[in-house]
């Protein structure tokens, strides 16, 4: 009874990835990240079909599906970072699809293996497979899959760092979708070195990878509710964000360009300090924090300069960035209302008079500004 279960529950979750599938497909919104995860949850979903197959005893009967070209496992990693790229790009070159080489050359594997062996000797070529290939294969999915996560979760925090640099108000993209995702998947690998491993030094039957397939039933089942839920969420696009991902030359020239933006806001550091001073009496003057949608690129552009010249002349001022900036001088408005002695206008609306577009972000910046909550600060100042 409790089989007959486990299978439904695997069966439910195929069904639910191949209709995710084909209406990610179809979604006009962010439509090339879309199609990256249409394809990775069907890949899921290929998977398990799979396991299912020998979790059901249909490999002895069937001798034809020994072998079949279905092994994708390869994929999940390039897929996971794509994804991730195209979201936050809008863009993937030519060479980021070559990071799908490993799993092309998974499936011609396979196919040959599928189309060469004879049907005889199908069952002796999977016993070998299962003794020596299986565990390299093994070993290379687990090392693709942990590499290509630690590569999006530093994407991902990029992306997070350039938002709080461009934007008054990061809250709107705060990415809990792809924290989610990336988390889901973070999990799912671990289970996976945990099934590799065991595996290795256990047994490699099927009914002791029940858990590792349920764990990705589960992922399956995730990202077949929440991806369709979240795939039409706006990010900002970050153009330069392929060249600010990491890599080893990639960190030896960051670390040599901030020595040099380094040595070069040294030697203007008087002109940009009087510089910064000017422009910010003119946001101050004009009141623009008080917009909720201005960014740094609206004020680099009515101040006549760059986004990179603004940003480092705000740090020069300041030492902070433009998303503190904006958010101090909010606040600092919404405290000297409060001080009014007779002032009786509710918080949340001197919050929004004040630039704010949601409660939690100013609840958030209130504490982290002043070190009490808006209602304990209005209490304060009226017993005084």
């Known amino acids: 009874m409790f089989d007959h279960i486990n299978t439904i529950l695997l069966v439910c979750s195929i069904f639910n990835g191949l209709i995710i599938t084909g209406l990610l497909v179809f979604r006009a919104k962010h439509r090339l990240a879309n199609i990256v995860l249409a394809f990775y949850v ?49 863009s993937l070159s030519k060479l980021d699809w070559l990071h799908l080489t490993p799993f092309v050359c998974q499936v011609s594997y396979y196919s040959v293996l599928m189309f060469v062996v004879p049907l005889g000797h199908r069952a002796d070529a999977l016993a070998f497979h299962m003794d020596w290939i299986r565990h390299l294969e093994s070993f290379l999915v687990t ?44 999990t799912f690998f671990l289970l996976w070195v945990i099934s590799a491993v065991s595996h290795v030094f256990i047994s490699s039957s099927f009914s002791s990878q029940f858990y590792l397939f349920a764990a990705q039933a ?19 696009a970050h153009a330069d964000l392929k060249a600010d991902i990491a890599s080893i030359s990639w960190l030896t020239a960051n670390s040599l360009n901030q020595q040099k933006h380094k040595n070069e806001n040294s030697r203007n550091e008087p002109k940009l300090h009087d510089q910064a001073h000017s422009w910010l009496a003119l946001i101050e003057k004009g009141n623009w924090w008080q917009e909720q949608e201005i960014s740094l690129a609206t004020v680099a552009k009515r101040l006549g300069t760059n986004t990179s010249s603004l940003s480092r002349a705000i740090n020069t001022l300041s030492n902070e960035n433009f998303n503190s900036l904006i ?57 005084k």
């Open 42 to 90: 069907m890949l899921l979903s290929v998977r398990v079909i799979v396991y299912l197959l020998g979790k059901e005893h249909l490999y002895d009967p069937y001798s034809w599906l020994y072998l079949p070209p279905l092994e994708v496992s390869l994929a999940y990693g390039p897929c996971i970072y794509l994804y991730l790229k195209a979201l936050l790009s809008r």
């Open 143 to 186: 090392l693709s899959m942990g590499s290509y996560l630690l590569l999006s979760w530093f994407s991902f925090g990029l992306y997070r760092q350039w938002s709080n640099d461009q934007f008054s108000d990061s809250d709107n993209y705060r990415l809990t979708w792809l924290r989610s995702f990336l988390g889901m998947t973070s």
């Open 218 to 236: 589960l992922l399956l089942c995730f990202l077949s509710f929440e991806s369709w839920r979240h795939s039409h969420f706006e990010y900002p």
């Open 327 to 383: 958010n101090r001088l909010r606040i600092q408005y919404v405290c000297d209302r409060l001080s009014e002695r007779y002032l009786e206008q509710d918080i949340l609306e001197l919050a929004f008079e004040a630039g704010f577009n949601s409660k939690n972000s100013f609840n958030r910046n209130f504490k982290r500004f002043v070190g009490k909550t808006p209602s304990q600060y209005r209490l304060s100042m009226s017993t």
